[in-house]
């Protein structure tokens, strides 16, 4: 039985973004990516297309602001007393002479959480999903003399490095990324439907095991097929498959909003020798990848292993080869963090987790194997345990 992230873990998820304030000398943060409210409070809704955020002030408590309607469900999973929760009302909804965060930053600033003096900083999520122009420009216009910057994902760099709590969900969406997987290479077959393997699919990622259910996965099942298995990001359509093409699956296990995202490849037919030769030199770029993952080594050290395998038998990968996962809300289970390519400064730390996927996008064809891993004294330790190598199905 997986136990419940403590009271204490939350106090220091908030502890930690106040610490990292400090030095920026920011006044308040206003949190609206809803992972990172997932994170730093538990609220777990979809309510995320309605303007909403947690405003953490440099000292103190921070407080819940959403739609009214959404109040109850910030009171049943967010781990805020009601008082620190606060609703805008109903009458704001899709307006276009009125904003919510009208009302958010009018609220926040009578109850003192954005300062308005000129010494004051405000930091706001910009290139969060979810936070609008007009959003912003509500707060432009109401935050006095303040000064609003961007946070440069402050929250989700906090995130970068999991607790044991989260390592343990994350464990369990490995678990349900290889059930849904399985379910997906079974069901891909000549004659069948696109849509019916995707439901075969989405089912297993709701149904999850016998010990553990499902969460809904930020992204849905993508399945480029024949010529357009050179094209990453497709989902599927009514078309069935056929012989003598091959499908790239990429899917993730969700649990409790961690995620594990995890990619194949399976052939219908003979595989043409490029593609058997691809997938023989991925599957060797990915050994030498997670074999380079260990505490203290430089990120970028992993991204030139699989380099030099792949480039001695004549492949080339321009794109980076993995990313930091963690929670995970649509559109995205990306942490938009940490990146697995030649640029990367930063080293491998234990407690990091990481989608390592080694994508070949070709004119017409192309190849996909993935491995979410876990970073832990021992180097890279996979959450998946399926082989690496080309599904063939005759």
């Not at 206003?30 to 730093?40: I, R, S």
């Not at 008082?83 to 904003?99: C, F, K, N, Q, S």
Request: net charge negative; charged share 25%.
């Amino acid at each position: 039985m997986i136990k419940p992230v403590t009271e204490e873990e939350y106090a220091d998820r908030v502890l930690r973004v106040q610490q990292a304030m400090v030095p920026r000398s920011w006044s308040a943060l206003v949190v609206a990516d809803p992972a990172n409210l997932f994170y730093l409070t538990g609220y777990d809704a979809w309510s995320f297309y309605m303007p909403q955020c947690l405003i953490v002030p440099a000292v103190g408590e921070p407080r819940l602001f959403l739609r009214a309607m959404d109040a109850n469900g910030a009171t049943a999973t967010a781990r805020l007393p009601a008082d620190r929760i606060e609703g805008y009302p109903e009458a704001l909804v899709h307006r276009i002479d009125v904003h919510p965060f009208d009302w958010i930053a009018d609220r926040a600033r009578e109850l003192g959480l954005l300062p308005d003096g000129p010494e004051s900083i405000i930091a706001v999520e910009g290139d969060a999903h979810f936070f609008s122009v007009r959003a912003y420009q509500s707060l432009c216009a109401r935050v006095g003399r303040a000064r609003l910057v961007d946070s440069e994902a402050l929250v989700n760099w906090v995130r970068l490095i999991k607790s044991a709590a989260e390592q343990e969900r994350l464990r369990v969406a490995g678990r349900l990324a290889e059930q849904a997987m399985r379910v997906a290479l079974e069901a891909v077959v000549p004659g069948r439907r696109q849509c019916d393997v995707a439901a075969e699919i989405l089912a297993a990622q709701a149904a999850g095991t016998d010990d553990h259910g499902g969460d809904f996965p930020a992204i849905v099942p993508l399945l480029p097929t024949g010529v357009n298995a050179g094209t990453p990001h497709l989902t599927w359509s009514e078309r069935p498959f056929r012989t003598g093409e091959a499908t790239t699956i990429e899917l993730a296990g969700a649990y409790q909003r961690y995620h594990a995202p995890l990619a194949r490849t399976v052939m219908l037919g003979d595989p043409p020798p490029r593609l058997a030769e691809a997938a023989a030199v991925i599957k060797d770029g990915m050994a030498g990848a997670l074999a380079a993952m260990t505490p203290g080594t430089a990120i970028r050290e992993a991204h030139s292993a699989f380099s030099r395998i792949i480039n001695a038998r004549g492949l080339t990968k321009e794109s980076r080869i993995g990313y930091s996962i963690g929670v995970g809300y649509p559109p995205d289970w990306g942490e938009r963090t940490i990146s697995l390519r030649a640029e990367e400064t930063r080293t491998f730390t234990a407690g990091m987790a990481l989608h390592v996927i080694l994508g070949l996008w070709m004119d017409g064809w192309g190849y996909e194997l993935s491995e979410p891993v876990i970073i832990s004294a021992g180097g890279a330790e996979p959450l998946c345990r399926l082989p690496r190598d080309l599904e063939v199905r005759r």
